[in-house]
């Protein structure tokens, strides 16, 4: 009699997983239940998810709030389509994330993830110019942005291993240095430099902190000379905070740091508290203008079967309740102070360079003896060894992370510092047991 299988060997058999070379990562490991920070696979193990499930879990899995409105919602409205059509989870959820949105966003565009967000963002950047007669046509990006896997996200996205088959395909954008406290000058000069020599849209920036290309950060000063740089030659300012919105770096949005407003704003990861695909792209009402109008060739033909699905939408308002509570304030706050902590007490360890935080996030460099990319075996090493310590962590190449659910406990964070101080401890790699 042959066993039957279980989740993870059916799975193997049958689905391609993203980001994964399937032939060498064979085995997904088969997650049944969650609950506050936890993970449970089928053999009853727990994970503490230190990165919030891909960065998009803000107040624990299957947050018995949120489930319920979902409950509610999906047996109100599941699904209605969007155009000609509105409900009020999506009014009311567009009413108030303007509310706690830079003042002066207007009009929110739902889609469904943040890929999506950043192209829709795009496009009205382009298509505002185009309906105003305007010939400005150039994308302006920073070094080691990410803004998504289509093909106009990857465009705007630094080109590298993920985007080399696609590179002839992409369209050409200008990157420019990451505004960090060094770089500021040279920053602010290139963008100056195309700015005076090139018809600019838009500037696209991942605020603050840049996720995907290892939780790089940088200067709030810095780049808010470019947003400056970037309104006085008429360009606009794309914020893909699909990664930074709603608390990760300390204030509610990353542009709550800055005083220079952005003309578009891209929400999705945290939208839903991490259980529903939904994405927003807000704009300005000046943005908007540009396509109000009599002319019907103005109008901006794109969407989606699943925009502004309802249970999303209501999902999103009951992440939104959760993350304005003092208790949810509180948690992101103490979050922040004990990431310094640790931080102070790893910043002079031999194996570690450039520790570096911004509010929830927290991320270093690990020497490694060889071999700092994204493929490198190491990585998977280091993956594992922290998931047989029931640690879900996912370095990208030799950058280590965490980015935890707001309701992580205690006891769950000094267990995830307690195992990467064990882990550094450790002479060389070489050494740590594969899994
Ligand atoms: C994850 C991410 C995206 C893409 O969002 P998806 O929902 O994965 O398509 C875009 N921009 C940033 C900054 C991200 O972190």
């Not at 994970?47 to 319920?68: F, K, Q, R, T």
């Not at 565009?109 to 943040?114: A, T």
């Not at 309802?310 to 706050?333: F, G, H, K, M, V």
Request: hydrophobic share 40%; glycine share 6%.
């Amino acid at each position: 009699m042959t066993p039957t299988p279980n989740i993870s060997q059916r799975d193997t058999a049958h689905i391609w997983h993203p980001y994964t070379p399937m032939k060498l990562r064979p085995n997904a490991l088969a997650i049944v239940r969650g609950e506050g920070a936890l993970l449970f696979d089928e053999q009853g193990q727990s994970y503490i998810d230190a990165v919030s499930s891909w960065w998009v879990n803000l107040h624990g899995h299957a947050h018995p709030a949120i489930a319920e409105s979902i409950y509610k919602q999906a047996s109100t409205l599941a699904h209605c389509m969007f155009a000609g059509l509105t409900h009020e989870p999506a009014v009311e959820l567009a009413e108030r994330l303007l509310e706690v949105l830079p003042r002066n966003m207007c009009k929110v565009f739902y889609s469904d993830n943040g890929s999506c967000a950043t192209e829709i963002a795009i496009k009205m950047a382009l298509q505002a110019f185009h309906n105003q007669q305007q010939t400005r046509r150039t994308i302006v990006a920073l070094e080691g942005s990410y803004h998504g896997d289509t093909f106009g996200a990857m465009a705007t996205s630094a080109r590298g291993l993920f985007t080399k088959p696609f590179n002839d395909k992409l369209f050409e954008v200008v990157f420019i240095p990451v505004p960090t406290r060094d770089n500021a000058q040279k920053s602010l000069d290139a963008l100056t430099q195309i700015l005076a020599q090139q018809e600019v849209a838009a500037l696209i920036v991942e605020p603050l902190v840049q996720g995907a290309a290892g939780m790089q950060m940088h200067d709030a000063q810095a780049l808010n000379a470019l947003f400056k740089a970037a309104h006085a030659h008429g360009a606009y300012v794309i914020a893909d905070e699909v990664m930074t919105g709603f608390g990760r770096t300390g204030t509610l949005f990353a542009c709550d740091q800055l005083s220079e407003s952005p003309d578009f704003i891209c929400l999705s990861k945290g939208l839903t508290g991490g259980t529903l695909p939904l994405a927003i792209t807000t704009c300005t009402q000046s943005v908007f203008d540009a396509f109000y109008s009599d002319d019907l060739t103005h109008a901006f033909y794109h969407g989606h079967s699943y925009t502004a699905n309802p249970i999303a939408c209501a999902a999103a308002l009951t992440s939104l309740d959760l993350l304005l509570t003092p208790e949810c304030e509180q948690q992101r706050a103490s979050l922040a102070r004990a990431h310094a902590h640790f931080a102070q007490r790893i910043d002079s360890h031999p194996r570690v360079e450039n520790v570096r935080q911004c509010g929830t996030i927290l991320a270093l460099t690990i020497r490694t003896v060889a071999g700092n990319t994204y493929l490198s075996s190491e990585r998977d090493r280091i993956y594992h060894y922290f998931l047989s310590r029931g640690i879900l962590l996912r370095p990208i190449g030799s950058v280590l992370y965490l980015i935890p659910p707001y309701c992580i406990t205690e006891n769950q964070l000094k267990h995830v510092y307690e195992c990467i101080l064990d882990f550094l401890h450790h002479d060389s790699t070489a050494d740590l047991a594969i899994v």
